[in-house]
């Protein structure tokens, strides 16, 4: 059995792509990456239950012919974690010096263009909307990625796609890759028209090209009969009370997605009261009243 890795958050769209790949005789390593700048949130606890639950679930699945290994917790550091815990594996997440000052110069020329609208209340406050850069996270996992003999896959959709091949200057660098169970798509060095953008998604796997939406991919997780799978998965980076807030980006992204029977009433409440103070800033930013 060939052993393939992927990044898992718990999250709907890469628990998508762990069910997917379930379905094959192959092994899966889930790798999560955590003690970095962008990881400093309320949500891990969740995230890494919903793993645990998720994992269990799957592997009791008629459907299920994949080997669902550990997950691998990669840390800057060990300390802070129960290493006898037998449901993870721990490594150190290596750095990469060529990949911090690759992740800046493009964070950097992503922003330009934008640094006036972001100036405004309505930039600061809406910048959820704009997806202007690419998150701070994928510096981290490029460094672990970089450091495998083999690409490590990355379950994003459409939202993320564009960004990424905005990164690497062009969608034409990708090559489609038929493993012979499923498809991945990664990255021609001598097509990529970033040398930057290379040093951060080189050594990664796409789970998709023309990649779908979430509405998209509730159908196909109903296809697959794993609703009870998709009700688990976590998205809130800020929980409130153990639910999600309803307020932070990736609730609103949610939301807006259609993905909305996940709400609680109270936080259905934070997500319109955000939605209008936005739609406030926007009149004033616009000069209304």
Aim: net charge neutral.
């Amino acid at each position: 059995m060939k052993t393939y890795e992927i990044f898992w958050t718990g999250g709907f769209d890469s628990t998508f792509r762990i069910v997917q790949m379930s379905r094959y005789p192959i092994r899966i390593q889930p790798v999560y990456c955590t003690g970095i700048a962008s990881d400093m949130r309320k949500s891990e606890f969740y995230e890494l239950n919903a793993i645990k639950r998720i994992s269990a679930l799957l592997r009791h699945k008629p459907a299920t012919k994949a080997e669902i290994l550990p997950l691998k917790i990669v840390s800057k550091s060990k300390s802070g974690y129960d290493v006898t815990h037998s449901d993870f594996v721990y490594d150190i997440l290596p750095y990469d010096h060529e990949v911090a000052v690759a992740f800046r110069r493009i964070y950097i020329s992503m922003m330009k263009p934008r640094r006036d609208q972001l100036a405004t209340g309505r930039g600061v406050l809406n910048a959820v909307n704009l997806d202007l850069y690419i998150d701070s996270q994928y510096q981290w996992l490029a460094a672990y990625a970089n450091s495998r003999k083999e690409p490590v896959e990355v379950g994003i959709t459409a939202r993320y796609v564009n960004k990424f091949m905005e990164a690497v200057g062009g969608s034409d660098a990708i090559e489609e890759i038929d493993n012979g169970y499923f498809k991945q798509y990664v990255l021609n060095k001598e097509k990529c028209g970033s040398a930057d953008g290379y040093k951060i998604f080189g050594n990664f796997a796409f789970s998709f090209y023309n990649a779908p939406l979430k509405p998209e991919l509730v159908e196909e997780y109903k296809k697959m009969d794993c609703e009870d799978v998709m009700d688990l998965t976590w998205f809130c980076y800020d929980p409130i009370d153990g639910e999600p807030c309803g307020q932070c980006w990736t609730c609103v992204h949610t939301y807006r997605d259609g993905i909305t029977n996940r709400f609680s009433p109270v936080a259905l409440e934070r997500y319109f009261r955000r939605e209008k103070e936005l739609k406030k800033q926007d009149m004033i930013a616009r000069g209304g009243v």
